[in-house]
């Protein structure tokens, strides 16, 4: 497995680009947003929505951000027994993004900060440690009795798939540098009036790369050679497995011919490779897949060409979840399947894909009409919200009223 990490500059915008084997699995747009996922503020809880058992919490947005209670540290009284924490209006709390603002939505939040490095994420407040699921069941025991013989009670951590391939004393320093880091925030928290940036990832590039299993990476492309020394950093505890970084003085996405897989990711029609299309269309509820056979001379057994047909369009799915960066719920109707089996069939299929995905995907089942449900994990903006705006004139709808004066 060979992967690639391109990454195109120009005046105007940052594009990267994951790549497998020289396929596409996904795209990163930089925003320009002030208010980017990891960046820690001190905030002012400007409204407490016990019908949503949540909270709005001013950081300086253009909208104030969403904080779930269930998104507090834990709270324990004098006897050690865990109370339900409080918020009041007017109360200053350091929050992190934990997802950007989209559309009328203010970004999300949580209070349980986590600071990210190559090999874990330290969570101060956290209280608990976590394993990365791709590490095998055995090395994840290990680990996390490691782990907690690592951190005082309120400390908590997630360690990365990279901590399972290398020596504990990395992790150790990945551990140190973080505390210190908490620290340095923590002063500047008491210093700065709210609301107030307390700390984010740096660049965009940065940011991105702090998210991406760095260790799978072979090779990275860029035309911006101070690229070199940002990535670098977060690679100096192992300097052993730096990948090969290329630097070209014209576009990296021109050159890789990355353009074509880009401008297709943010069209709604998909053909599949046996025949057949998909559909994706995104709204603000909910992104509905639609699988089409596409004028197919479907011959035979109707069923099994369904099926087929379905598992192509699985496997697709999968990839443009990734590819687009889509979120939430996502509702698939698959080509009409009569037997039980012949939808589960369909199902393991995606969900040997999903699996995949970097980002949490739960497969919810068949709905009574037929439809499969999923969802997944929010983190960025969609692609084609990062990259497109609705157009002025029809207003998003992309259709032409009827002249009624037509003959």
């Keep these: 497995m060979s992967q690639q990490l391109v990454i195109d500059h120009t005046s105007t915008d940052t594009r990267l680009a994951l790549l497998e084997n020289g396929e596409v699995l996904e795209f990163f747009v930089d925003e320009r947003s002030s208010f980017p996922v990891g960046a820690c503020f001190k905030g002012i809880v400007k409204r407490v929505a016990t019908e949503l058992n949540a909270a709005f919490i001013q950081i300086g947005a253009k909208r104030d951000g969403f904080l779930h209670l269930s998104e507090l540290p834990a709270c324990y009284n004098e006897e050690g027994v865990r109370t339900v924490p409080v918020l009041d209006k007017g ?7 934990t997802r950007e603002a989209q559309a009328d939505k203010g970004p999300r939040l949580s209070a349980r900060i986590g600071l990210t490095s190559k090999y874990i994420i330290y969570m101060p407040k956290g209280n608990y440690v976590a394993v990365s699921k791709r590490i095998s069941e055995e090395s994840r025991s290990q680990l996390r009795r490691w782990g907690e013989e690592q951190l005082s009670e309120a400390e908590g951590m997630i360690l990365r798939t990279e901590a399972a391939s290398v020596p504990k004393s990395l992790i150790s320093s990945d551990l140190e540098f973080l505390r210190t880091r908490w620290r340095t925030l923590e002063e500047r928290a008491n210093e700065i009036s709210a609301p107030g940036l307390i700390y984010d990832q740096g660049s965009f590039t940065t940011s991105v790369a702090a998210e991406l299993p760095l260790h799978s990476v072979q090779e990275i492309v860029t035309n911006k050679v101070e690229d070199i020394e940002q990535i670098k950093s977060l690679l100096t505890q192992n300097p ?3 990948p090969h ?3 070209l003085d014209h576009s990296p996405f021109n050159s890789l011919q990355l353009e074509q897989s880009f401008t297709a990711a943010l069209k709604p029609y998909i053909e599949l490779s046996r025949g057949g299309t998909i559909k994706i269309e995104e709204t603000e509820a909910l992104t509905v897949v639609d ?5 197919m001379d479907i011959k035979g057994d109707a069923e099994k060409t369904a099926v087929t047909v379905n598992q192509a369009a699985a496997r697709e799915v999968a990839k443009q979840l990734r590819l687009r960066n889509l979120s939430g719920l996502i509702v698939v ?5 009569n037997e039980e089996k012949s939808r589960h069939k369909v199902e393991e299929t995606l969900k040997e894909y999903v699996d995949k995905d970097r980002l949490t995907v739960k497969i919810g089942g068949w709905t009574s009409f037929g439809l499969l449900e999923i969802t997944r994990k929010a983190r960025r903006s969609p692609l084609h919200t990062a990259w497109s705006r609705i157009c002025p004139t029809c207003e998003g709808s992309g ?3 009827n002249n009624v004066n037509e003959n």
């Design 291 to 295: 699988v089409n056979s596409g004028g």
């Design 240 to 242: 052993s497995v730096l």
């Design 91 to 97: 109360q200053e709390i350091v929050v992190q993004i």
């Design 399 to 401: 259709r032409l009223i």
């Design 333 to 337: 109707d698959f080509i009409q399947m």
């Design 245 to 247: 970084f290329t630097v």
